[in-house]
C-alpha cells in the first residue's frame, strides 16, 4: 500500500487486467509508477497467471494499492473487480501489453481541472510493436457520438479517462463481451456526456503476435457490428447510414483540419487508398 500523500490533485485510479503477458507487464507497470502522479490509486487484477506474471507484481506490490492473482470470468470481469474497489475520483485502464506516454496522468488531471463539466478525456496515442518501437501516430480530434456509432472507436481506450460517478449513472463493463467492452461502455454513455480531447500523446497500444486484437479478429467484428447496430438508428434518425457516416467523415476532417493536422488528414486517405489496390 503506498503512502497516504496529501494533495490539491484528484485521485486517479488505474486499474491493468492481466493473464499471461509477463513479456510486457513489467513495462506497463513501470509506465504507470513512472508517472510519479502524487494521488494515484493502482491495482493489477491477474486472472491467475501460469507464466511468470506472479512474480513481477510481487517485485512492484509494495507499490500497488491492490492486487490479486485468482481465476476470473474474462478481461471485463477483471476490470469490474478493480472498478468496483476503486476510490479514485477519475479513473482509467492500462491493458497488461501497453504503456502511458510520460506525463499521461498529470495531463489527465489538469484537463478535468480546466474542464470542470468534461465527463471523460481522452489523448492521442501511437501504436508500438513488441519492442516499443512506434508504428503510427494516431490522433484524434472533438468526440461525436454520431461519430462514435458509425465509424467506430474514435478514440482509443488506453489513452481515456473518465469520472467514477459514470459507472453509477450507467453501469460497469458487460461481462458478456469477450473484446468490445470499451466500446459497448463508451456507446453506451456517449450520447449523454460531455467529453473533451486533449491534443497529447497519452498512450502507447502494442501490436504483437498473441494479442486479442491479432487473434480475436472474428469475435472483435461480430462484437462491434452488434454494438454498433444497437445504436444505429438513434444516431441517423431516419437518413441513410451512408450519407450519416459520409457527413460525419467531413465533419472530423474539417475538425482535424481547423486544429493543424491536415497532413494527418492527407495521410490517412493516402493509407487508405493504397490499402484498398492492395485488396483489389
Known amino acids: 500500500m503506498p503512502k497516504t500523500t496529501t494533495t490539491s490533485q484528484p485521485k486517479i485510479t488505474v486499474v491493468t487486467p492481466s493473464y499471461n503477458q509477463g513479456k510486457f507487464l513489467e513495462r506497463t507497470i513501470r509506465s504507470v509508477l513512472a508517472q510519479n502522479y502524487p494521488n494515484l490509486e493502482y491495482m493489477v487484477i491477474d486472472g491467475g497467471s501460469t507464466d511468470n506474471s506472479v512474480d513481477i507484481i510481487r517485485k512492484y506490490a509494495d507499490k500497488l494499492t491492490y492486487w490479486v492473482s485468482e481465476k476470473d470470468n474474462g478481461q471485463a470481469n ?3 473487480k478493480g472498478f468496483k474497489k476503486a476510490t479514485g475520483e477519475i479513473v482509467a485502464w492500462l491493458n497488461s501489453d501497453d504503456e502511458y506516454c510520460q506525463g499521461a496522468l498529470e495531463a489527465a488531471a489538469q484537463t478535468f481541472a480546466d474542464n470542470p463539466s468534461a465527463d471523460i478525456i481522452f489523448g492521442d496515442s501511437f501504436d508500438i510493436d513488441e519492442n516499443g518501437n512506434i508504428l503510427r501516430d494516431n490522433r484524434h480530434t472533438r468526440f461525436s457520438f454520431t461519430a462514435l456509432v458509425v465509424l467506430g472507436s474514435i478514440f482509443v481506450q488506453p489513452a481515456s479517462f473518465w469520472r467514477r460517478t459514470l459507472f453509477e ?18 456507446c453506451r454513455i456517449g450520447g449523454c456526456i460531455k467529453a473533451k ?10 501490436w504483437h503476435c498473441s494479442s486479442k486484437s491479432n487473434t480475436s479478429l472474428s469475435i472483435q467484428q461480430i462484437e462491434h457490428c452488434q454494438i454498433r447496430e444497437k445504436y444505429l438508428k438513434q444516431v441517423c434518425k431516419g437518413f441513410p447510414e451512408k450519407l450519416v457516416m459520409l457527413a460525419m467523415q467531413v465533419y472530423r476532417a474539417y475538425w482535424f483540419l481547423l486544429q493543424g493536422d491536415g497532413m494527418y488528414v492527407l495521410r490517412g486517405v493516402c493509407r487508405r487508398a493504397f490499402s484498398r489496390i492492395l485488396q483489389s
Open 78 to 80: 477483471a476490470l469490474n
Open 169 to 186: 449513472k450507467h453501469g460497469y463493463l458487460d461481462e458478456s463481451k469477450y473484446f468490445c467492452m470499451d466500446y459497448d461502455f463508451f
Open 197 to 206: 480531447h486533449i491534443r497529447k500523446h497519452l498512450a502507447k497500444f502494442r
